[in-house]
């Protein structure tokens, strides 16, 4: 059996330890800050970090040094170089949804956009982490899904983001209903026939094949059978 003990320091902002003390009864231990301790003594998690950039060209100093600076180890931290318009590719951070976090750990990055670029994605990645029990923290936004107020936020957010996108699908179908309506002049009308269906129907008629038609008219064959079909 090892022995446990909780040792405070004195005054008002001591840190707590929990030294182990092994069966040897030697003088050293292993001592866990408060920092990892719950508030019913149970360890917590650790703080995970991701960063990315868009581009090779971009540096990633800026964000890794924000969040070592909140708290997050290097050997915690998972960076990439990559655009975030996608899932594909972005390997740092599949290994961190799924092998580099646990249960309790807290997942940290500077803004949501270096996580995710779009709402689907964003809400996708945030039920991954829910379902492992793992919190989000933003740096530069008011997000920590570990508070009530922080889980409220995020999900206004993703609402309005969700809205934003539903908003911009309608003008989107709107602009291009309006472009129809002109007739000839919308530039939605199409490209104009590039196969004269007169010069098909004649050589068709003098009993050329398919295959002969469209070589004199320099087409593809199954352009030939199309207009064909609808003689």
């Not at 060209?57 to 070592?68: F, P």
């Not at 670029?117 to 933003?138: F, M, P, Q």
């Amino acid at each position: 059996m090892y022995d446990l003990c909780i040792l405070t320091q004195d005054g008002e902002n001591a840190s707590k330890y929990v030294r182990l003390d092994f069966p040897n009864h030697l003088s050293d231990g292993y001592d866990l800050q408060d920092s990892h301790i719950g508030q019913k003594g149970q360890v917590m998690g650790e703080l995970i970090g991701y960063a990315r950039v868009s581009s090779r060209g971009q540096s990633l100093d800026v964000q890794e040094d924000a969040l070592i600076k909140a708290g997050v180890s290097p050997e915690h931290l998972y960076s990439e170089k990559v655009s975030g318009r996608s899932r594909d590719g972005r390997q740092a951070l599949a290994e961190l949804l799924g092998r580099g976090i646990r249960k309790g750990d807290t997942v940290v990055c500077t803004r949501l956009d270096r996580l995710a670029r779009s709402t689907r994605d964003l809400l996708e990645i945030a039920k991954t982490l829910e379902d492992k029990g793992v919190h989000l923290r933003v740096l530069e936004q008011p997000i920590d899904t570990s508070t009530a107020a922080g889980k409220l936020f995020f999900t206004i957010l993703g609402a309005f983001g969700e809205f934003e996108a539903t908003i911009r699908a309608e003008r989107q179908r709107e602009g291009i209903d309006a472009a129809l309506a002109k007739g000839d002049a919308s530039p939605f009308k199409g490209r104009p026939a590039t196969v004269d269906a007169g010069r098909v129907a004649k050589l068709r008629a003098e009993g050329k094949t398919p295959t002969q038609i469209a070589k004199d008219l320099g087409i593809a064959r199954s352009s030939v059978y199309r207009y064909l079909q609808a003689i």
